[in-house]
């Protein structure tokens, strides 16, 4: 399996794969307010963009899904989800994070941003900018409600 790489998937050519990658992507999604058909959405109309990890007999084993973000002073690729097919394989797919970094650097951005789970986030060994906390507001239908602190 030394024929492994990382290639970007044309918006056309995602219904035909979607099957396959549908999966990982939906194990990967962090926030409940995107789903995995939002996602599709965004990719087929070019917001979002599709990285497959394949092997040399083109089976799908990891997929990776960015978007630009712009900032006043800035473009950075925010990858908004990452997984693997069977969710160990990181160190077999990380080294090619090199195809997005080229892609990122192509379409005029300076850096990669990726909100991840802990785990992940001790094994990029990237600079560790900030925490993000969530919490919800509506706990079945009804807003929550929050006792002050004392």
């Not at 409940?32 to 092997?55: A, C, P, Q, R, Y």
């Not at 473009?75 to 990452?82: A, E, G, H, R, V």
Request: proline share 4%; glycine share 6%.
């Amino acid at each position: 399996m030394s024929d492994r790489r990382l290639v970007l998937v044309k918006p056309k050519d995602v219904p035909t794969i979607w099957h396959i990658v549908k999966p990982m992507i939906d194990k990967a999604i962090l926030d409940e307010w995107m789903t995995v058909e939002e996602i599709l959405k965004d990719i087929l109309s070019k917001k979002n963009h599709l990285f497959v990890g394949i092997d040399g007999e083109k089976k799908i084993h990891m997929a990776l899904v960015t978007e630009f973000i712009e900032y006043p002073n800035s473009k950075t690729l925010y990858i908004n989800t990452w997984a693997t097919g069977t969710g160990y394989d990181f160190n077999i797919w990380y080294p090619f994070i090199t195809v997005v970094d080229d892609f990122g650097r192509e379409n005029g951005c300076t850096t990669i941003e990726a909100t991840v789970r802990r785990g992940l986030a001790k094994k990029l060994k990237w600079k560790y900018q900030y925490s993000v906390c969530t919490r919800s507001l509506k706990q079945n239908g009804k807003e929550e409600k929050q006792e002050p602190r004392r």
